[in-house]
């Protein structure tokens, strides 16, 4: 079993749209969950980091995460063209120190 | 605003070579990491560093890979004898660690692209 995994999209959106991606994990001792953007060939860009139950805002940007279902999510409001990149789910396990990291949900934001 | 730094970004080395890849991780950052991408797949951990030694490292840091601190600011990361299957990008990581550990995030610096021939 994956530890977290992601679609891998392409998830295609217009201009203004919401883009909604998502995020599950194994194991349910996780304690804090990461949002990452990487365009190509460029690093890991943290958005914002969650790590108790519910919403957390920042701008444009929602992550919502929800410990019983072992589901985190990202929504991107008024989605931008410069939104498009791969979008990165990372995991930190209690006790480690480690990021844990989904393949990436690529996100394309057409004009 | 404080950064992570890699040098070289480009590394072209031959198979069975010793490659040496350099982090400037942010100044007041204690915990320092090596990931790894390879060309289309997920970023893996290689090992987290702090205190002057290893504290956890994955199955892929095997007796071919070492860390080291030699300064106050440098964080390297060696591949002894390079094989074509290390060819990806090596990113470094810092994060503060002052904040309780679950909240305190890692930065990336730019990477370094690593191609063995």
């Known amino acids: 079993q994956k530890e977290v995994e992601q679609n891998s999209g392409p998830l295609s959106v217009p201009e203004g749209a919401i883009a909604s991606l998502n995020c599950t994990y194994s194991?349910?001792?996780?304690?804090?969950f990461f949002w990452y953007r990487q365009y190509s060939g460029k690093s890991p860009e943290l958005i914002m980091f969650?790590?108790?139950?519910g919403d957390k805002e920042d701008g444009r940007f929602t992550a919502q995460l929800n410990k019983a279902s072992q589901y985190v999510s990202l929504l991107i409001r008024d989605s931008q063209p410069s939104d498009s990149a791969t979008y990165l789910c990372?995991?930190?396990?209690?006790?480690?120190?480690?990021?844990?990291f989904g393949t990436g949900t690529r996100l394309l934001v057409s004009p | 605003e404080p950064e992570v730094t890699q040098t070289p970004s480009h590394q072209v080395t031959q198979m069975g070579q010793e490659v040496i890849l350099r982090c400037v991780p942010i100044?007041?950052?204690?915990?320092f990491y090596w990931y790894r991408q390879i060309l289309g797949q997920k970023v893996e951990f290689l090992v987290s560093?702090?205190?002057?030694?290893?504290?956890?490292k994955s199955e892929i840091f095997d007796d071919q890979f070492s860390v080291e601190r030699p300064d106050g600011s440098n964080f390297t990361l060696k591949i002894r004898s390079t094989k074509l299957e290390d060819s990806a990008m090596y990113f470094c990581?810092?994060?503060?660690?002052?904040?309780?550990?679950?909240?305190?995030?890692?930065?990336f610096g730019p990477g370094t692209r690593l191609t063995v021939l």
């Open positions: 990581a810092s994060r503060e660690g002052t904040s309780g550990g679950y909240t305190d995030t890692q930065y």
């Open positions: 194991d349910r001792g996780s304690q804090s």
């Open positions: 969650i790590y108790s139950n």
């Open positions: 990372a995991v930190n396990m209690k006790g480690f120190q480690k990021l844990v």
């Open positions: 100044s007041n950052h204690l915990y």
């Open positions: 560093f702090y205190n002057n030694e290893i504290s956890e």
